[in-house]
């Protein structure tokens, strides 16, 4: 509703197993620098191989 680029990236797991987010926000009509900020997190962080234990 804001007209803001944003962006989820999963960043881990509570204690408890559930799944926490980074929620990237950028200005109007930024999304190269929100997709730019996302991939550096995710590239620093990666999650594609981490599962929540059950």
Known sequence: MS?????SVPCGFTPA????GLQIV???????GVLQAA??????????DKRPRL
């Open 39 to 48: 991939a550096a997190f995710e590239e620093m962080q990666p999650w594609a």
């Open 3 to 7: 007209w803001n680029p944003a962006a």
């Open 26 to 32: 950028g200005k109007r009509f930024d999304d190269l």
């Open 17 to 20: 197993g559930l799944p926490v």
